[in-house]
């Protein structure tokens, strides 16, 4: 079981990291260099082959300002996370609107209050 954790953890790490990468318009060469590793340890980083470091996951951590809770979220996590927070975002638009409306007698129509009523 241990070791199946550490294979989630270590392809999770590397698909966000690989993300991380491409989101800068890096190549693999010019993160290591960055890092300063070879580029076959990204590669394996990457691809899960490998396992980072402590040192070195503090290094990608501060590279791209992000957390390490952030470099291990899965997709599904990721997913959820980025729901949640649309839907708070959405209430607390709505909650703006009804004060917009009562402060200034304007009505403001979210995007998806107003295909919902259209149906």
Same mark, same amino acid.
């Given at each position: 079981?241990?070791?199946? @954790?550490?294979?989630?953890? @270590? ?9 991380? !990468?491409?989101? !800068? ?27 980072? @470091? ?22 599904? !996590? ?8 649309? !839907?708070?975002? @959405? ?29």
């Amino acid at each position: 079981m241990k070791d199946e @954790s550490v294979s989630i953890a @270590s392809a999770t790490f590397g698909s966000n990291l690989r993300m991380l !990468r491409k989101g !800068r318009h890096l190549t693999q060469e010019k993160l290591a260099e960055e890092l300063g590793v070879c580029t076959k340890h990204i590669s394996e980083l990457e691809t899960g082959k490998t396992f980072i @470091s402590g040192a070195l996951m503090d290094e990608i951590a501060r590279y791209f300002d992000t957390s390490f809770d952030e470099l291990f979220l899965t997709e599904e !996590r990721r997913m959820e996370r980025d729901g949640e927070a649309a !839907r708070i975002a @959405s209430s607390m638009l709505r909650h703006n609107s009804e004060d917009f409306d009562r402060r200034y007698g304007i009505t403001l129509h979210l995007a998806d209050d107003a295909g919902s009523r259209q149906r």
